[in-house]
Every structure is written in structure tokens, then in C-alpha cells.
């Protein structure tokens, strides 16, 4: 029997310590890391999807609704709208992170003779229930409750409570949890960014025609009245400006407004975006009457801002007001022109092949070679009667400004978006049965899209010759543009024509330079460069400005920028002043002779006309390679006067005095960068007549300026021989 019980015995001391070993010891630490843990909730609240807070002036709830754009919180309680995700942020960060003084339990306080009521939680301040998902699918849900009661006597804490076990906290939880319903609740209207907005639908009232306007990739578009491209920019910072309407107060809801007075019926104006699976309604109503303080203390000159009554469609219930800038409002009120492309033309320039310019009288077209860069390469095609078609080099620039210039037409106002449905009555009345000008533009195929044109037709309105219109083949739409464009758009192929002229072939100098009368009768300068003679040798014994001139003169003539050309063939007469007149004087160039066995190049000639005035000078060539006429630039023509009128050069105006007699040398003309008045061509100089100008005059106003006499020769050569002067 004694060892039957001494067993017994050794048994139970066995489970006993069993007992104290794995389960008392357990209780223990838990107790002890209960009591040593500095932070209050543990880290199943890293997860918190739901808030509700209760206090002496109601409840609050808060949920967190998971979408593909991100969380957002949710107020749900005592009304259904978006919280301010801010605000929501610090409350769940204080919980996170909130950490106690010291803690104990309840038990613990009553055995010390203490009540729930002596630290404020009996009836707590606010009380936070909050939860978070299970770890585990099919588990409970997570969560927990925590009470806030009073403040401690000393230390600035605070008593919390968190089941069984009260904390004392820093002051600061209850600052950060004392928020008012207006403070969490979100002020925004809209929520969809700019760039998340798929489309957006306007309709101003009732009556109204629906606009939608859909994204297209990097493009805007226009989808209902009309089917029309529309302004980027315009539409994004449309779209921006109803993102910043913001909550400016809210009316209650157990007082409802009528909606005659609201405006919120069916005549509201009526707002919507799209976004990624999602969308939000905003409804404009009336303006508030009488205002907000804050609406009616505008300051002056400050935009015109409307308080206005809105409503959210899915909200029906709850109304409230928003500012609306007036810029705002016109831009939704005119939304159909204010948010169109001011642009007339869709245009890649960079895949422009040809443009044809047409007229009720010509036409031409300028071609783009392949390959070449958008501002080279071009060449203008032309035909007169049944001629042949013509090809001459086009100027780059010229062309490359011309298509930028129609790349950039537009409408400047609202109102000239004339007509978006025209009847055929009113494309006869905006000229487009004669239009002044079509011009077609064809692109070059490319992997997105095969080759296309674009046709643009100009026309003068009816009656009123000012105003010019603009379409597309193809599209309705009549636009009022500026008349200006038609100079652009010039038929004549000598206004595109390449205005660099290769007089002599690259990289060949001169080697015999010869300036005569037209007819050759006289010379006024001529030289052949010896065997290794330079052009600086030749000249150094010439006077100093005749030396400087010819200088010029060589330097400019084997490559010379035309300032326009006038004709495309050498006539044997020049027009002058209005009138038709002989070439005056000539220029003759040998190049050198190549080395090797290569042909020797021709002479090539260069005719001067008499100036015409201002700062025209023509001058012609009837070389196969150039045979044309044009009009010298500047520094050609500031040589051409120092070699052709420098001794009929007055000099500079002495400047009168009181006293001052009239100086026969002195007749005021200018010099040779000075406009000229109009005259006729310069005349062998004689005692009883006026010098020529120093630079060309502008042409002459008079109808019939006498006939001038024959140009003379300025300077002798170097053996003079007596001839004749020119036959004028």
C-alpha cells in the first residue's frame, strides 16, 4: 500500500510541475510582456480596413474600399461620402504607433481599490472600434476596441482603455482624435485625375444638345453634336479646373430645398468623367441666394467666382454648394468652340510629299524629293498652256516656311467657328463654288497609315471680299481665318524658285573679270590674271574705293543670294520704272581653266539694268544654266554703285545754318545707304543737271518720267578709247 501511494504521489508532483512548466510559465511571460510592451495595439492593426468612432455628438464610421486606382476611405456613417484621406492617415498612424507610459489592469486597479469612473472610462470621451481582415480565409475577423477617458492629475497623459488593461498615453491622441465630421470629410468634388479621365460629358440644360468629348490615345475628339478633333490642352485644363471645385458648405439634409429653387432638376447643368472602370456625376444648379460670406467678399477685380447649388448623381441626398470661377463656367457654356482645335489642319509636315497651289488662273505644285530633309529637296513644278511641265529647284526655307504657315492655321475667336452644318446655299455664299485658292497636300505612306491628302479650299464670302473662309474636303466645317494666308499662298513658281544662284561652278575662280557698257562700246574695267597673278595683285594699284569695290564685286559674284527673281528667261529689254529700256552695262567672267583634260568653261554674263530705285537694282544672264533676271542684294548693289555712279556721288549733306548759301556740289541726295527719291536712270552728268542718287530710289510716282540719257561711264579705263556712250 505505501508504494502504491508514493507512486500516486510522484505522479501527480510529475503533472503538476508539467503544468507549472508549460502553461503557468506561458501566462507569466505574457503577463510580463504585457506589462514591458511599450506599444498599445498589437500588429494585427497594421491592417485596420474599418474606423468607428463614438462620442457625446455621435458616430462616425469609416471603411476602406480597395480599387484598381488605390485604397480609399469611405465615410459611410452619418452620411455616404469620400473621407479626407489625410486626415484618415494620421488617426490610423496614431493608432499604429501609439505607445503607453506605463499600462496596468483593470483587476489590478479595483484591487487597489480604484473604479473604472476614477480614469473618465466608465463613460469613455470616444470610443474607436476598429477592425482589420483575418490572417486567414475563413477565420474572424481581426480587431478590437479602444476607450479614451481622462486626463491623468499630473504629467499631461492621458487614460486609455484596450480590453482588460488601461494605458496612460500622451495628450496628443486625444488632439489628433478630436476631429469634427466637416474636418474627415473630404472637400473634393471630383476624384478621377486628369490623367485616369477617359471621356468627358456635358450638358448645359435640358434642352441643350449632349457633348462628349473621348480620349484617343495622345488626341482629344470630339463624339457628339459633331465629330471633330479638339484641343488638348484646352480639354486637360478644363478638366483640371472641375477637379479643383471643392465643397464649400453643405446643406441639411433634414431640411430639403425645393428643386425649383436649387436648380438641381432637369435644366442642371449636368458634368460627368470617366475614368478606369468608374465614373462621377457632378449636377450644377442655381446660384446660391443670398451667398456665403466667403463667395460675396470677392475682392475687386478678382475673378468672378458663383456659389452655385451641386449635387453627386449617386449621392441624392445630400446637397451642397461649390465656387465656380467664372472662367469656368464660359468655358462649359461654350464648350463645343472653347474646347475644339483652333488648329485647321491635322498636319505632319515632316510627311509631306507634295503641295499643290491652285487658283481660278494657275497652278503649281511643289514637289519633296525622297529622302531629302523636310526643308531641302523641294523643286516647283509649273505649266503654262499646254507647255510642257517645268521643274526648277525650289527654295527650302521658302517652302518650309509655307508649310508651317498652314500647319499653323487657325481660328483666333470663338466666332469663327462659322458654320458646323453648312446647307449648299451657304457654301455658295462662303465663295467655295470659286474658291480663291485650294491648295492639296499630300503624305507620305508610313507603317501606321497608308498615303493620304488633305484638301483645303479658300473662298471669299459673298458681298464681302475682307473676309476669307476656310474647309477641309471632306469635313463640314466653315472657319473664318486671316486674309494674310493668300500672300503666302502665291501661284506664281518664281516666288518658290531657289534664290541662290551659282554663277560660276563651285570652287572655280575667276580668271578675267570685264565691266562694260551693254553694247560694249565702253569698258570700264577689265583684267586677265597672268600665270600666278592674284586678284590682290591685279587690284592694288586701283584707287582705294574703286579697289574695295572690285573686291566686293569678286567676292559676291560666283555665288550671289537673290533677294527675289522676276523672270524665268532673259528678255533683250528690262522693265524700269514702268517702262522698257535697254540693259546698260554687262559683266564678263572667265573661270580658270581646269586642270587635266576636263572642257574649258564658257564665258558667263552678267547684264546690269539702269537702277530702278530704293534698294532695286535688277540684273540678268543669258546663260543657258541661269537665264533669268533678279534682283541684287544689298552688298551687290553697294559695289555695282561704287564702280557705276561714284563720281556723281554728292558725298554727305553739309548741314544747313542760318547763313548757309547753296552749295553747287551739295544737292542733299543720299549716299549709297541711304533711300534715294524716285528718278529716272542716271544721265551723262553736265553742268545743268542733278546727279544720280547714291542708291537706288524707290520707283518714280510720276506717270511718264522723261527719258533719261544714255548712262555714261563713271570711271575712265585704263586705256581709254573714245566711243560712244550706250544707246538708251
Known amino acids: 500500500m505505501r508504494t502504491k501511494v508514493t507512486l500516486i504521489l510522484v505522479l501527480l508532483n510529475v503533472a503538476l510541475f508539467a503544468f507549472i512548466f508549460f502553461f503557468e510559465r506561458d501566462w507569466r511571460a505574457e503577463r510580463v510582456a504585457l506589462q514591458v510592451r511599450k506599444r498599445v495595439l498589437g500588429p494585427e492593426s497594421a491592417s485596420i480596413d474599418s474606423l468607428t468612432l463614438t462620442g457625446n455628438k455621435g458616430s462616425i464610421k469609416l471603411e476602406r474600399i480597395v480599387e484598381r486606382s488605390g485604397d480609399l476611405w ?6 455616404r461620402w469620400p473621407a479626407n484621406t489625410f486626415a484618415v492617415s494620421r488617426i490610423i498612424t496614431q493608432l499604429q504607433l501609439l505607445e503607453h507610459e506605463t499600462s496596468f489592469s483593470v483587476s489590478d486597479a479595483e484591487e487597489n481599490g480604484q473604479k473604472l469612473s476614477d480614469y473618465g472610462l466608465e463613460t469613455p470621451a470616444l470610443t474607436i472600434l476598429w477592425s482589420a481582415p483575418a490572417a486567414t480565409p475563413g477565420a474572424p475577423a481581426l480587431g478590437g476596441t479602444l476607450e479614451i477617458g481622462s486626463d491623468t492629475a499630473v504629467g499631461n497623459r492621458l487614460y486609455i482603455r484596450t480590453g482588460d488593461r488601461i494605458h496612460v498615453v500622451s495628450r496628443a491622441l486625444a488632439d489628433s482624435l478630436v476631429l469634427t465630421l466637416q474636418e474627415i470629410r473630404s472637400d473634393a468634388v471630383f476624384s478621377i485625375p486628369v490623367f485616369e479621365v477617359r471621356s468627358l460629358n456635358l450638358q448645359t440644360s435640358a434642352s441643350a444638345p449632349r457633348l462628349r468629348l473621348r480620349r484617343e490615345q495622345a488626341r482629344w475628339m470630339f463624339e457628339a453634336p459633331i465629330v471633330a478633333r479638339a484641343s488638348k490642352p484646352a480639354t486637360e485644363l478644363a478638366i483640371n479646373d472641375l477637379n479643383a471645385l ?30 478606369n472602370n468608374r465614373r462621377e456625376t457632378l449636377l450644377l444648379g442655381n446660384p446660391v441666394t443670398p451667398p456665403s460670406s466667403a463667395a460675396a467678399a470677392a475682392p475687386a477685380g478678382a475673378e468672378n467666382i458663383v456659389e452655385r447649388y451641386a449635387r453627386l448623381e449617386d449621392r441624392e ?24 482645335d483652333k488648329n485647321i489642319l491635322d498636319l505632319d509636315t515632316s510627311a509631306i510629299a ?61 466666332e469663327q467657328f462659322v458654320n458646323d452644318a ?87 575662280p575667276v580668271a578675267r573679270l570685264a565691266l562694260r557698257t551693254a553694247d560694249g562700246a565702253t569698258t570700264l574695267y577689265e583684267h ?3 600665270s600666278g597673278e592674284t586678284w590682290e595683285k591685279a587690284l592694288a594699284s586701283e584707287p582705294g574705293p574703286r579697289r574695295d569695290a572690285l573686291a566686293a564685286l569678286l567676292a559676291q559674284i560666283p555665288r550671289i543670294q537673290a533677294k527675289t527673281i522676276t523672270h524665268d528667261s532673259f528678255p533683250d529689254r528690262v522693265n524700269v520704272n514702268g517702262r522698257e529700256r535697254p540693259w546698260a552695262w554687262k559683266i564678263e567672267l572667265t573661270p580658270a581653266s581646269p586642270a587635266g583634260n576636263a572642257p574649258a568653261p564658257g564665258i558667263v554674263t552678267l547684264f546690269i539694268a539702269e537702277r530702278s530705285g530704293g534698294t532695286t537694282w535688277l540684273l540678268g544672264s543669258p546663260n543657258q544654266d541661269l537665264n533669268l533676271v533678279f534682283e541684287a542684294p544689298q552688298p551687290l548693289i553697294d559695289a555695282l ?47 545743268a543737271e542733278p546727279a544720280a542718287p547714291a542708291t537706288p530710289p524707290a520707283p518714280a510716282t510720276s506717270a511718264q518720267p522723261p527719258e533719261p540719257a544714255a548712262p555714261a561711264a563713271p570711271v575712265a579705263p585704263a586705256n581709254p578709247a573714245p566711243a560712244p556712250a550706250p544707246a538708251s
Open 641 to 687: 554703285w561704287a564702280l557705276l555712279y561714284a563720281d556723281r556721288d554728292p558725298g554727305p549733306q553739309k548741314p544747313a545754318g542760318p547763313d548757309a548759301k547753296p552749295d553747287a556740289k551739295n544737292t542733299g541726295e543720299p549716299g549709297p545707304s541711304q533711300p534715294a527719291a524716285p528718278a529716272d536712270a542716271p544721265a551723262s552728268p553736265k553742268p
Open 422 to 508: 453648312p446647307s449648299r446655299a451657304d457654301i455658295e455664299t462662303y465663295g467655295f463654288n470659286l474658291p480663291e485658292r485650294t491648295v492639296t497636300l499630300a503624305c507620305k505612306p508610313s507603317s501606321a497609315q497608308p498615303a493620304t491628302s488633305i484638301k483645303l479650299e479658300l473662298g471669299h464670302g459673298v458681298g464681302d471680299k475682307r473676309a476669307l473662309y476656310a474647309r477641309v474636303a471632306g469635313q463640314p466645317f466653315i472657319y473664318e481665318i486671316t486674309p494674310e494666308i493668300l500672300n503666302t499662298l502665291s501661284t506664281n513658281p518664281l516666288d518658290y524658285r531657289e534664290r541662290t544662284l551659282q554663277i560660276l561652278p563651285p570652287d572655280t
Open 528 to 530: 586677265t590674271l597672268a
Open 246 to 275: 471643392r465643397v464649400h458648405r453643405f446643406f441639411d439634409a433634414g431640411a430639403p430645398l425645393p428643386p425649383d429653387r436649387t436648380g438641381l432638376g432637369p435644366g442642371a447643368i449636368r458634368i460627368t468623367l470617366e475614368g
Open 317 to 340: 441626398g445630400i446637397l451642397f454648394s461649390t465656387l465656380v470661377p467664372g472662367k469656368l463656367a464660359d468655358t462649359l457654356r461654350e464648350a463645343q468652340t472653347a474646347l475644339r
Open 354 to 414: 507634295s503641295v499643290t497651289i491652285a487658283s481660278p488662273q494657275s497652278e503649281i505644285t511643289l514637289q519633296h524629293l525622297e529622302d531629302a530633309a523636310p526643308d531641302a529637296g523641294w523643286q516647283v513644278l509649273s505649266r503654262e498652256g499646254d507647255m510642257a511641265p517645268r521643274t526648277v529647284t525650289a527654295d527650302g526655307a521658302r517652302v518650309a516656311r509655307l508649310v508651317q504657315e498652314l500647319s499653323l492655321l487657325k481660328v483666333e475667336k470663338p
Open 74 to 79: 469611405m465615410l459611410t456613417e452619418p452620411m
